[in-house]
């Protein structure tokens, strides 16, 4: 594909499509192929980062082909290149489960789009285009009597408490969707819990790093390194953090779970680190 002409696909497409209903994306592709390009991918990326903190209802993907090729030929391909967004979704830690639609539709017809030019007709219906439904909010009905609800006890006065094989679970350290650093919000909580951790002298402890989403028990891939281990970056990034705050890195190691232990529910909780403590010195 022309550069000129891939700029020109960018330049019209530069901004996601957002309504009240729905968000959706289209991704380009070259002659003949299902590959996403480098430049889509990107785009792609910065789309799927935007969901991070959105409740997802569903996610549709569907693929298109120019008017070319013979329709079995059409067909094959635009359900290749639906399949190819699929897997970038799904390792960028997007539920497979919210993927309800990856369908290949075949050819576009040329006068579908308003444009003169044959070859941009043409580059334009080279497409896959992705649908994400938000989950609309609940509304809850207003309850005259107060219920009393006992708190959770915090991850601070866990930390003060834990024994040798206790697991803590840092629920209000959450990640950015592929990357190893933490939310904004985390960083005060994660504070909290290293002046516990430098408090608690006499424990020795794993960090684990967790991911969601990912097929079977593979690892994500880090969309800073391009390294198919995010789990082991973010256990590595916590692991630093404490370093930094004063925690002995004689007292931990971390660890790299990938996707094999889920806890169900939102899948932004699977991409959590949690604490093992795995021995406690006795003479401190």
């Given amino acids: 594909m022309n550069k ?43 789309f799927i980062s935007s969901l991070m903190d959105m409740d997802i209802e569903s996610i549709s993907i569907y ?10 030929y059409n067909l094959k391909l635009s359900q290749q290149r639906a399949e190819a967004i699929k897997t970038v979704f799904s390792n960028n830690e997007i539920s497979e ?21 044959i070859l941009k007709i043409r580059g334009l219906n ?9 989950k609309l909010p609940e509304t809850k009905p207003i309850q005259k009597d107060t219920i009393a609800v006992v708190k959770e006890k915090d991850v601070v006065d866990l930390i003060k408490e834990s024994t040798k094989g206790d697991k803590i679970i840092f629920k ?12 904004p919000d985390s960083k005060k909580n994660l504070d909290n819990i290293a002046k516990a951790l430098v408090e608690r002298k006499d424990i020795y402890f794993t960090i684990q790093g967790h991911v969601c989403c990912t097929q079977f028990t593979r690892d994500a891939v880090d969309r800073k390194t391009k ?17 930094k705050k004063g925690v002995d890195k004689k007292r931990m190691r971390h660890l790299g ?6 806890l169900g529910g939102d899948p932004k909780f699977d991409r959590r680190v949690e604490i093992v403590i ?3 010195d006795d003479a401190n």
Avoid: W
């Avoid at 693929?63 to 079995?72: I, L, S």
């Fill in 172 to 183: 209000n350290i959450l990640f950015k969707t592929g990357y190893a650093t933490v939310t």
């Fill in 4 to 46: 000129l002409f891939l700029y020109t696909l960018i330049a019209l497409n530069c901004a996601f499509s957002f309504s009240q209903k729905e968000l959706t994306h289209e991704v380009y592709f070259e002659t003949d192929k299902y590959d996403v390009p480098s430049t889509e991918e990107n785009r792609l990326l910065l």
């Fill in 227 to 243: 390294l198919r281990n995010l789990s082991e970056a973010r256990a590595k990034y916590v692991y630093d953090y404490f370093a």
């Fill in 257 to 262: 779970m990938r996707r094999k232990f889920p």
């Fill in 126 to 134: 080279r497409k896959v285009e992705i649908i994400v439904n938000p």
């Fill in 63 to 72: 693929g298109f082909c120019d008017d070319r090729g013979a329709d079995t």
């Fill in 97 to 117: 489960s919210l993927i309800t639609n990856v369908d290949g539709k075949g050819e576009i017809l040329l006068k579908i789009v308003e444009e003169k030019n």
């Fill in 278 to 280: 795995t021995y406690v």
